[in-house]
């Protein structure tokens, strides 16, 4: 079955402007989360969507947002895109609440604002 | 505030000896524990994980040892392999099931063949 996708792989922006990145999860997964990489801060959490709602959020300015659709797609859009935006961002997808391994993570999308 | 640290950025190892990666964690509501590994352009693969009621788990030539106590893990990979050279992050899930890892900031593990 196809991975977690995500379009688009680079993206170059400009200060200022907004940005939206798409995930598609695993077929059946209803569970997408967002992760932020950055170099010496690892990947942090962005939200987690269930079932088209937020159930969580770390700690971002509220530049950032998310949303989920029926379909279990999601998008997560970054507004007045500041330089310190700059990062990998990944989407992990999960059937539900789950322990273990049950996360995939897609191959990001590299952000770059100038 | 990292909740989960992994204070060596890099390893190097030579072939064939055992690499041992290691993660310490603050956060006592952790229930999960995950190793991820990471290549260069790629998403993170989940590699292993350690329930919190575990002390070991085994998966070929991945163990990974939970001390609750002194509140760390640490990831042996035996025996090393060039294949393996990748950063490894580790990463912890709060109890509240909710599907958020916190995570180090990774070690970079070479192997040299």
């Known amino acids: 079955k196809a991975g977690v996708t995500q379009t688009p792989r680079y993206l170059i922006k400009t200060r200022g402007q907004q940005v939206t990145l798409s995930c598609s999860p695993i077929?059946?997964?209803?569970?997408v989360s967002w992760y932020q990489q950055t170099p010496g801060q690892g990947l942090q959490f962005l939200f987690e969507?269930?079932?088209?709602?937020?159930?969580n959020k770390g700690n971002f300015p509220g530049r950032f947002s998310g949303r989920q659709f029926s379909n279990s797609r999601s998008e997560m859009n970054v507004s007045t895109l500041e330089l310190g935006d700059s990062a990998l961002y990944l989407c992990?997808?999960?059937?539900?609440?789950?322990?273990?391994?049950?996360?995939?993570f897609g191959s990001g999308t590299r952000l770059t604002v100038v | 505030d990292q909740q989960v640290k992994q204070n060596s950025p890099s390893l190097s190892v030579q072939e064939g000896r055992i690499s041992i990666l290691n993660c310490d964690y603050t956060?006592?509501?952790?229930?999960?524990f995950l190793w991820y590994k990471k290549y260069p352009a790629e998403g993170p693969t989940f590699l292993i994980s350690?329930?919190?009621?575990?002390d070991k788990n085994e998966d070929g030539r991945f163990t990974v040892f939970l001390n609750k106590s002194a509140k760390h893990l640490s990831l042996h990979i035996v025996p090393s392999q060039p294949g393996d050279s990748a950063v490894y992050f580790c990463?912890?899930?709060?109890?509240?099931?909710?599907?958020?890892?916190?995570f180090g900031t990774g070690t970079r593990l070479t192997v040299i063949p």
């Open positions: 992990a997808s999960s059937p539900g609440p789950t322990g273990g391994g049950g996360y995939t």
């Open positions: 077929s059946g997964h209803r569970s």
């Open positions: 969507y269930f079932s088209e709602t937020q159930r």
């Open positions: 956060n006592s509501m952790f229930d999960y």
């Open positions: 350690i329930s919190s009621i575990k």
């Open positions: 990463a912890g899930r709060d109890q509240t099931g909710a599907n958020n890892l916190f």
